[in-house]
């Protein structure tokens, strides 16, 4: 009886151009050459957004697919030949091999250790530990429709005009310059970063970010911001911001950029009535020194109420004018600054200007806006208690 999985790999090998493919054409007719460079794009981009190639996973069709494809392709050379330079991953390359005469040639090649027996097979040195966050970070970046589309709809709009007009350009690509509210163009589609989530660490054990893409063509993707720079860097551009911009010069970043600090939002752990009373409180501030090192004696300083504090969130900048920040953050929350005298141990009043009353999340998303360089088209509606356009 034949087993089901053989029986599969052998369909999907032999279909190296992708004959089997059910996706509608939205484009004119293919001849025979691109159909085969175009079915091996799928097979780099599955690459790109898993940092790994293809394996016989019969959970995952798609996957399962693309291995059995590759497979049929390193079993012809003529194919390879013909995709030779389109293989940025090097999953044509050939893998030495090693001649066997000996015992010692077995363990002289045994480069993982597998064969050492120091411990007995009940103890998992080579195992990790499940990580919930970690298989989080992990997940498979795919694109489906975004039903919100309409929201960005006339962003796109506006980059295509000034695009025409010249008041933007396409620029290459330097993954550090990324941020929330760049436009980017990548394989011909104008994309918008829409979200950028905190670092967490992947199979690779290397900090990544995922991201929130929005498509011009109504899609959208959480693609991993490491994946995103290497793709943009072989097959599209970024968009430079507006030109005239308000904030031009606060984001100065250019292949030689170095980080500068960290924003930060702190909790005050003061027992202060005026203080402890307001539920939504927060400091927004800038540091060049590391954040615990700066707020370890908060408890004896007016800037941070004379009280313990905690750390709620922070973000690196580069070549971040702290001057221009604070300027900014006040402008778009002076309404809701904390109004208060505090006393420090000099005996002298104080009256600190970097705490304010907002949510949280409104917070986290005005300093995106910040480092995007995109705050100046939004305000903060203290009503509400939101950030709405202007």
Sequence with gaps: MLDKDSVLDEIFSSDADGILDTKPKATPAQNEDQRLVSTFEEINIFVDEHGKEPIRNMADMHEAKLFSRLKGLREQEDKIEQLREHDRHGLFEAEEEIEINSIDDIFGGDDFGLLEDE?????????????????????????????????????????????????RKLVPSIERQLHVGTFCVL???????????????????????????????????????????????????????????????????????????????????????????????????????????????????????????????????????????????????????????????????HRPREWFIAPIDVIESAIELIISGSIVGYRYDTEIEKIVQN
């Design 119 to 167: 411990e007995d097979i009940f103890t998992l040195t080579h195992v990790e530990k499940y990580d919930a966050n970690k298989a989080k970070a992990d997940f498979v970046a795919t694109r489906d429709k975004c039903e919100e589309f309409e929201k960005y709809e006339d962003l796109f709009k506006e980059c295509q005009a000034d695009l025409r007009e010249n008041r």
């Design 187 to 349: 394989d011909g589609v104008l994309l918008y970063i829409t979200e950028i989530k905190h670092a967490q660490r992947g199979n690779s054990n290397k900090l990544n970010r995922r991201t929130l893409l929005i498509f011009e063509n109504g899609t959208q993707s959480r693609m991993l911001l490491r994946s995103l720079g290497k793709r943009l860097k072989d097959s599209g551009k970024m968009v430079t911001a507006r030109e005239g911009e308000e904030l031009a010069n606060l984001n100065q970043i250019s292949a030689d950029d170095e980080s500068t600090g960290y924003i930060y939002v702190l909790k005050s752990k003061s027992e202060d009535d005026r203080i402890k009373s307001k539920a939504n409180l927060f400091k927004i501030g800038f540091s060049s020194t590391a954040i615990k090192e700066r707020i370890k004696n908060a408890e004896n300083e007016p800037t941070y109420l004379m009280a313990p504090v905690s750390l709620v969130s922070a973000y690196e900048t580069y070549n971040m004018n702290p001057h221009k920040l604070e300027q900014l953050m006040h402008r778009f929350f002076g309404n809701s600054c904390l109004d208060i005298d505090i006393q420090g141990n000099d005996g002298k009043i």
